[in-house]
């Protein structure tokens, strides 16, 4: 009889001391766990190399086919965050008629944090 009465206050002990909602017995994510998200940023330059102010930047999403913008301040600096691990991203700056190339986040790179610096190109003549 004593053993089951341990019994019953052991697990009425656990229940209110929530072991079993986020402790040993949890079953959801620990806050603290890796999820696999990473970020992508860099710095957006002219072709002298110096940094732009109000560039554009997209970034499109290649399985949904989402884009996500992101306008640069006065350091020409851009940051995505919260991006899945397996989907490859591809990246482009505009600014005042010039732009970047695309350039690809390959979900091969498994960093959690990428640095892509863009360059724009030189505007054209007839622009």
């Not at 229940?15 to 402790?23: D, I, K, N, Q, T």
């Not at 190399?49 to 020409?76: D, E, M, Y």
Request: glycine share 12%.
């Amino acid at each position: 009889m004593w053993i089951k009465a341990a019994f019953t206050c052991l697990l009425a002990a656990l229940l209110a001391g929530g072991v079993f909602s986020r402790g040993l017995f949890a079953q959801g994510r620990n806050p603290d766990e890796d999820t696999g998200a990473r970020s992508v940023q860099g710095v957006v330059t002219d072709a002298a190399g110096q940094p732009v102010a109000k560039a554009v930047v997209q970034l499109k999403n290649t399985k949904t086919l989402q884009i996500r913008s992101f306008i640069t301040g006065a350091g020409g600096m851009y940051h995505f965050a919260g991006l899945s691990g397996d989907v490859e991203y591809q990246l482009k700056a505009e600014h005042e008629g010039t732009s970047t190339s695309w350039k690809t986040l390959s979900m091969f790179n498994t960093k959690k944090l990428i640095v892509i610096n863009l360059k724009l190109n030189k505007r054209s003549e007839g622009s």
